[in-house]
């Protein structure tokens, strides 16, 4: 049997897990490993050792050991093979992914970090790259974000659905079910504790059949989130890019409004940037408006002069922290960038 050594072994396990019906949580149980060893190898980002291929020989009935570690010994042979052609090209996709950020404590040559890379994104060629970027929508501002750390934000935040999601327990999403139970959310993001609040989401965003990915920033990307439709349920992905609770919780909101408005598609990520895009200011208005009712929004920013002690009364008055109040009335130009931001803490 002839492979293509360019896929990393961990491409092959996935094959194997997906024909057997098999998750990254049962294969991680029965293997006595962690979850996210089970996705390290299947992303190529660890090798696959001798004491695993036997753990999988008990798993895969008639795959031998031998078979994972030939598949293993002839992957990296290929590698090292390859180490010294299109040097310039390898260094030029590092670069532009920013590999060395993305792998940073892992022993990986150039060769290696573009394998994992290639598996990452779910193709087998450099070459097949372009052909992802149709599945991103987005429009840039002067941000200097690049589409390349933009795709590979998304790519990365998708190994996470398996690990971050009760996959085994998740319902059918049901758009009407969904309508009526989408207010109940303000309850949860009401607090400052946000792993609190994150696992809440999450618990109840799988009750509705929607998959829902925390994942951290990386350089050039500049995305606070991406909604689609997902083999059929919502999947949200969301960047801790500004690292405060009351952006987490804003563009939460606005990619759910994109759910509500069924604005979502399936072979595309609507992409939330930094700056604002004329295709997400419906989105925008509907998540404000969801979070701080309008009128009293539109009464309490009358007097142009806020005390702490008004905005945390106000903030009560509706249900949300302080710092929704204080980022709504910075971006209102109401106050400065630099005022009241002790309130977000």
């Not at 490993?33 to 008639?62: D, P």
């Not at 299109?86 to 996709?93: G, L, N, V, Y």
């Not at 690292?243 to 069924?262: A, G, S, V, W």
């Not at 949300?320 to 960038?337: A, M, R, T």
């Amino acid at each position: 049997m002839n492979f293509n050594f360019m896929v990393s072994p961990g491409n092959i396990l996935k094959e194997y897990m997906e024909s057997n019906n098999i998750t990254q949580k049962e294969l991680a149980a029965i293997t006595e490993s962690s979850q996210r060893h089970i996705s390290n190898v299947i992303n190529g980002k660890v090798k696959l050792t001798e004491e695993f291929a036997l753990k999988l020989e008990k798993v895969f009935k008639g795959v031998k050991a031998e078979f994972w570690m030939d598949l293993e010994v002839a992957h990296r042979l290929h590698l090292l093979r390859m180490e010294s052609n299109d040097t310039h090209d390898a260094m030029e996709i590092v670069r532009k992914y920013q590999l060395k950020h993305i792998f940073k404590g892992m022993e990986l040559s150039v060769k290696e970090q573009i394998t994992s890379l290639l598996s990452i994104m779910g193709i087998s060629s450099v070459k097949e790259i372009d052909g992802l970027f149709n599945q991103i929508e987005y429009s840039f501002h002067e941000d200097g974000g690049t589409r390349e750390a933009i795709l590979l934000w998304v790519k990365l935040a998708e190994q996470e659905i398996e690990l971050q999601n009760d996959i085994e327990n998740l319902p059918e999403f049901n758009h009407d079910n969904f309508l009526r139970k989408f207010h109940m959310i303000k309850n949860l993001i009401y607090t400052k504790d946000f792993e609190l609040a994150k696992q809440n989401i999450t618990k109840f965003a799988n009750r509705l059949g929607i998959l829902v990915v925390f994942y951290e920033s990386i350089p050039n990307a500049k995305i606070r989130g991406a909604v689609r439709d997902y083999h059929g349920r919502p999947l949200i992905l969301l960047s801790d890019r500004y690292k405060q609770i009351d952006r987490y919780y804003f563009t939460l909101i606005h990619e759910l409004i994109h759910i509500k408005n069924n604005d979502i598609r399936k072979d595309k990520y609507n992409i939330t940037l930094d700056d604002e895009q004329e295709v997400e200011e419906l989105a925008n208005k509907q998540a404000k408006e969801f979070l701080i009712d309008k009128e009293l929004y539109s009464q309490f920013t009358q007097k142009r002069n806020f005390s702490d002690e008004e905005i945390i009364i106000f903030s009560k008055k509706n249900k949300v922290i302080p710092g929704i109040v204080v980022s709504f009335l910075q971006h209102d130009k109401l106050i400065e960038y630099n005022e009241m931001n002790h309130l977000k803490k």
